[in-house]
Nanobody, 124 residues
Framework: QVQLVESGGGLVQPGGSLRLSCTAS????????MGWYRQPPDKQRELVAH???????SYGDSVKGRFTISKDNANNTVYLQMSSLKAEDTAVYYCNAERVLLASGWDTTLYDYWGQGTQVTISS
């Protein structure tokens, strides 16, 4: 019923920048929080950043001051601007939509959804 489609991953040199986008589509009435998580090779998935529908943001410690998350509520799209990229930022980045209320009119369950992931590689 709901799909998250990510774009913008790729190969970038250290110190470079990259912008990820994620659009949620489907039978959506509202989304409370959208965000990005990442999973480096052989490591656990970790929070990168998330943003609520009111614009409240939160960042993982390792990306503070380098990454900026923003959101277009009207289009259910979230962006992640990544700057001063380091080799340790290499990971699969996953988009997340949390506490999604569907526009069914009768289902008041809040659902969480994940994108398929996009590879970000930082290497010279």
């Amino acid at each position: 019923q709901v799909q998250l489609v990510e774009s913008g991953g790729g190969l970038v040199q250290p110190g470079g920048s990259l912008r990820l986008s994620c659009t949620a589509s489907g039978n959506i009435f509202s989304i409370h929080t959208m965000g990005w998580y990442r999973q480096p090779p052989d490591k656990q998935r970790e929070l990168v950043a998330h943003i609520t529908s009111l614009g409240i943001t939160s960042y993982g410690d390792s990306v503070k001051g380098r990454f900026t998350i923003s959101k277009d509520n009207a289009n259910n799209t979230v962006y992640l601007q990544m700057s001063s990229l380091k080799a340790e930022d290499t990971a699969v980045y996953y988009c997340n939509a949390e506490r999604v209320l569907l526009a069914s009119g009768w289902d008041t369950t809040l659902y969480d959804y994940w994108g398929q992931g996009t590879q970000v590689t930082i290497s010279s």
